[in-house]
């Protein structure tokens, strides 16, 4: 079935790392993505990785990919406020649209 | 910003009546999908458009259509609107159906009454 899981909430202290974890259900996955969501708003691509890949750093951010747990995580480095938001892993995919199937998504919120 | 537009950003309707829902398209990006995004949930896939056809559909009832149009504009038609239809709809753009990046609009936020 299409079901990928995330934790609902996490709250972390500025400037400390922000870990959010994601499962994933299809292991023919092709690619894995991370979006942001700010209230009221439209989702941010944040970064994705391809699935032979185990880790891809962006700036402040490190998505890790264990493909044998189907388990994906983003770690944000020194989390600002800005970065309270609503984090969606998705997942593309392999049938023939090619859609994408996110998860429920993680409430991160940043204490100043 | 993505550069997809969708239009209107805010709508009210009340049961039963029908709503039409736009998405532009950046040039090259000949597929476009819907997702229906209810309050605390992640989106789900509504269908996908590519070159004009309906390429595959979520589960969603027919009372959720869709239209491409040549330069790849595209439209979410629902009709008979329920309660439960009240959510963020979000349009992404993408060039080709292998593409590996959707690019998402800003969504159209839909309250039924």
């Known amino acids: 079935g299409e079901d990928v899981e995330q934790s609902l909430f996490l709250s972390v202290r500025e400037g400390d790392s922000s870990v959010?974890?994601?499962?994933?259900?299809?292991?023919?996955?092709?690619?894995?993505?991370?979006?942001?969501?700010?209230?009221?708003?439209?989702l941010q691509l944040l970064t994705y990785i391809f699935s032979n890949m185990d880790m891809k750093q962006d700036q402040r951010l490190t998505v890790l990919l264990n493909k044998k747990d189907k388990h994906l995580s983003l770690r944000i480095a020194d989390t600002q406020t800005g970065d309270s938001a609503i984090y969606f892993c998705a997942e593309r995919d392999t049938s023939g649209t090619y859609k994408y199937i996110f998860g429920t998504g993680t409430r991160l919120k940043v204490l100043a | 910003e993505t550069g997809v537009t969708q239009s209107p950003t805010h709508l009210i309707k009340t049961r039963g009546q029908q709503v039409t829902l736009r998405c532009s398209s950046q040039s090259g990006h000949n597929t476009v999908s819907w997702y229906q995004q209810a309050l605390g949930q992640g989106p789900q896939f509504i269908f996908q458009y590519y070159r004009e056809e309906e390429n595959g559909r979520g589960n969603f009832p027919p009372r959720f259509s869709g239209l491409q149009f040549p330069n790849y504009s595209s439209e979410l038609n629902v009709n008979a609107l329920e309660l439960d239809d009240s959510a963020l709809y979000l349009c992404a753009n993408q060039a080709g159906t292998f593409a590996d990046t959707q690019y998402f609009g800003p969504g159209t936020r839909l309250t039924v009454l």
């Open chain 1, 20 to 42: 959010i974890n994601c499962t994933y259900t299809d292991s023919s996955s092709t690619y894995l993505y991370w979006y942001k969501q700010e209230p009221g708003a439209g």
